[in-house]
């Protein structure tokens, strides 16, 4: 689905629906150090042991990346899950 949007003539309306890193939404708070913030356009997503994390990186090389992170372990949505979600972005965010 990131793909087929990415590639769509609707592109910008998409990705400006979803939080933008250290901006708003269920990102104002994660992504905030000073090279990432306004640079990941993500929709966040959690259930009973699952935390999920999909979207657009524009990484520091300017390239756009499309991730997408699930996590499915007991206690994922408790934050376990988002540090692994932050580890995996910030590696992409380097490429």
């Known amino acids: 689905v990131l793909a087929a949007a990415h590639a769509s003539q609707f592109m910008p309306e998409f990705a400006a629906s979803l939080p933008l890193s250290a901006t708003d939404g269920t990102l104002r708070r994660r992504f905030r150090s000073p090279d990432m913030e306004g640079r990941l356009r993500m929709k966040t997503g959690s259930l009973d042991d699952v935390s999920a ?3 657009f990186v524009n ?16 206690g994922a949505e408790n ?15 380097g490429q």
């Open 79 to 93: 934050g376990a899950g988002e540090a692994l979600q932050a580890a995996v972005v910030q590696w992409v965010f």
């Open 53 to 55: 994390l999909a979207g």
């Open 59 to 74: 990484a520091a090389s300017g390239r756009t990346f499309l991730a997408t992170i699930i996590v499915n372990h007991p």
